[in-house]
């Protein structure tokens, strides 16, 4: 687990008369274990800001840091970041607990651990009775949580959400957020997350972040951005 520092983060795509900015100096303090919401309207730069925190995206000016080490100076492989998107692809030929090993194969764990890292992520997301099962003989839930459950054994020391939500149906919402909230519950993992439903940043955030055309317009707890109900 770690804390995330932005410090006067700025984005822009292009150069010279080209340039278009689309991050204007971000600052935000979040600290270890802690799930923030970061919810604003389609364009305003939530995805770009949360593929900075990835490392997936080059930073135009500030620093990133998690824990104390600044995002663009770690390598790739030593990133512990887990990002679950929005449309997440399974191996189709491998089985649930395939899919869910592959990550930590290729990093060559040992056998053994892999087998315990599977198990109680398999346990905490209620896939251990599907492990043997094949992608296409699994329900659209149960995929997702297969898809998640990749990112939870890697052990990783921060989550990133990029709207996971917005593709369900209205009961698979509910049911993904709950599982979601119990994750985070369990594990602890210091988590971003990134909407643009101010009913999904209400229910999950512990500090909600408010980005309007590349700006941070607030940063406080559900009451403190709505108000009490
Ligand atoms: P959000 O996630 O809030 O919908 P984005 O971070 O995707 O917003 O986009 C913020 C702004 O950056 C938008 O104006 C978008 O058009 C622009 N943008 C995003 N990606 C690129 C890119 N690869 N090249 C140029 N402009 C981009
Ligand atoms: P893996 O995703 O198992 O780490 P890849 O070869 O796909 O393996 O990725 C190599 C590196 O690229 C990762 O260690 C990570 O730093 C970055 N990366 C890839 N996918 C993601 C992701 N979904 N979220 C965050 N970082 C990623």
Known sequence: MASISLRNVVKQYGSGAKANPVIHGVNAEIADGEFVVIVGP???GKSTLLRMVAGLEEISGGEIAIGDRVVNEIEPAERDIAMVFQNYALYPHMSVFENMAYGLKIRKLPPEQIRARVDKAAGILELSHLLQRRPRELSGGQRQRVAM????????????????????????????RLEIQKLHRELGVT??????????????????VVMNGGRMEQFGTPEEVYGRP
Request: proline share 4%; charged share 20%; with cysteine.
């Open 149 to 176: 459950g990749r990112a939870i054994v890697r052990d990783p020391q921060v989550f990133l959400f990029d709207e996971p939500l917005s593709n369900l149906d209205a009961k698979l919402r509910v049911q993904t």
């Open 191 to 208: 988590s971003l997350f990134v909407t643009h439903d101010q009913v999904e940043a209400m229910t999950l955030a512990q500090r909600i």
């Open 42 to 44: 389609s364009g305003c």
